[in-house]
Structure formats: structure tokens, C-alpha cells
């Protein structure tokens, strides 16, 4: 009870001197200055996120008419507009290798096919390919080497595609059963090349070296009509 009574007074005291010294009316003004400028924060934040949603929207409708010009650009152009990231296909290259990024077993399948079928240079176009892009491949070894430069040299029109795959047999692989073959067709590639005197030197090394083999059968038939013309 004594506390209560306490307790009483001294509430009584501390309301007497706030209202009696003014400090309630303080008080009072204090408040009402905070609960505007949260007022007004709330206001400006409200008005923050009106701005920001109507910035946004300027953007969409920004990029909506960027799109409907370029739309309206490629109509206007037609057919004759070409996309530079798209290459044009080459109709001499059968393979067109930029359009399509064949992988190495793609072109050794379709190059080893046509070879079948003697679509020569079908199946050069595909080897060459191989070799160009994919030199280091598992599956290029001398026999791929090798009908590469048959496809090559029966085409009749890459002769130097055929010295090139013939000459990698040669330098590579002097223990390949295709040695002795390649030599022969790299003499001949040279031959149709107009360098008579490479294929020269080589019928002499077939005639020293492997007269009898079949190779030299092939070479002899040129041996006696060149009489060594050519050579040194």
C-alpha cells in the first residue's frame, strides 16, 4: 500500500513540473515535427517509386521502337539485306566447311564414301578438309593420307592437294605399307604438275631400287619415252 501511495506522488510531481515548466508543450511540438518529416519521407519515397516504375516503362517503350525500326529497316531492304555473321555458300566448295563446321568423322565418312562411289572430287574436298581443320586427329594416319591423295590425284583438278598428302606419307611414315604407293603417286602428281624433273629422279630410284615391284610396272611405262630427257 505504502509503495502504491509512493508511486502516486511522485507521478503527480513529475506531471506538475512538466506542465508546470512548459516541457509538456515541448513535447508535444517535438512530436508533431517528427511524425511530419516521416510523413513527408513516406511522401517522397511514394513519389521515388512512381518515377523509377515510369523510368522503367520509358526504357520498354524505347527498346519496343528500336526493334520496329530495325523491322521496318529489314523490309525495306528485302532479299538484299545479308547477315554479315552467316557465310555465303561457295557452289565450287562442296564441303563449305565455314557453314557448317563438319567434325573430323563427318568428313572422313562422307570423303571415304565418295571415294567408294569414285566421286573423286567429292571425296578430295572432304579429305582436304579433314586435313586442313583436323591435322592432328586421332583418325588421320597414312592410310587416310593415302586415299586422300588418291581421291586428290583421280579428280583431276588437285593435283597439288595429292603431292601434299602423298609427301606426309613419304616423311612420316617410311615403314607404311602405302611407302612405296605414295612415292609413285607423288611422282606422278608431279608429273601433271609439269615438274618433270622430280618425277624423273623418282623413276630412277624406282628402277635402282624396286624393279620389281609393282609400283615400278606402273613407272616404267614412262621410263623409255623420257630416255631421261629431264634429267641431269
Known amino acids: 500500500m505504502k509503495e502504491f501511495t509512493f508511486f502516486c506522488v511522485l507521478t503527480f510531481v513529475f506531471t506538475y513540473t512538466v506542465g508546470h515548466y512548459g516541457l509538456w508543450e515541448d513535447f508535444q511540438k517535438r512530436a508533431e515535427t517528427v511524425h511530419q518529416y516521416e510523413y513527408k519521407a513516406l511522401e517522397f519515397s511514394k513519389q521515388l517509386r512512381y518515377l523509377k516504375i515510369e523510368n522503367q516503362q520509358l526504357k520498354s517503350k524505347i527498346a ?3 526493334a520496329e525500326k530495325e523491322h521496318l ?6 532479299s538484299q539485306r545479308t547477315i554479315a ?4 555458300k561457295n557452289v565450287n566448295d562442296l564441303v563449305n566447311f565455314d557453314l557448317y563446321r563438319w567434325s573430323a568423322e563427318k568428313l572422313l565418312g562422307v570423303g571415304a564414301q565418295a571415294l567408294h562411289f569414285e566421286k573423286f572430287d567429292k571425296s578430295a574436298q572432304y579429305y582436304n578438309a579433314l586435313l586442313k581443320h583436323y591435322p592432328s586427329h586421332e583418325l588421320v594416319n597414312d592410310k587416310v593420307l593415302f586415299e586422300a591423295g588418291i581421291a586428290a590425284y583421280e579428280s583431276k583438278k ?6 601434299n598428302h602423298f609427301s606426309k606419307i613419304v616423311k612420316r611414315y617410311p615403314r607404311s605399307k602405302y611407302y612405296r604407293g605414295a612415292k609413285l603417286w607423288l611422282a606422278l602428281s608431279h608429273f601433271y604438275q609439269g615438274d618433270q624433273k622430280k618425277f624423273v629422279e623418282t623413276v630412277d630410284e624406282f628402277r635402282r631400287k624396286y624393279r620389281n615391284t609393282q609400283e615400278w610396272k606402273v613407272l616404267s611405262r614412262y621410263y623409255e619415252d623420257l630416255n631421261y630427257k629431264y634429267k641431269k
Not at 555473321?85 to 555465303?88: A, G, L, M
Not at 588437285?158 to 603431292?163: G, L, T
Open 64 to 66: 519496343q521502337l528500336k
Open 73 to 78: 529497316q529489314m523490309q525495306e531492304k528485302g
Open 85 to 88: 555473321s552467316i557465310p555465303k
Open 158 to 163: 588437285h593435283y597439288d592437294w595429292a603431292e
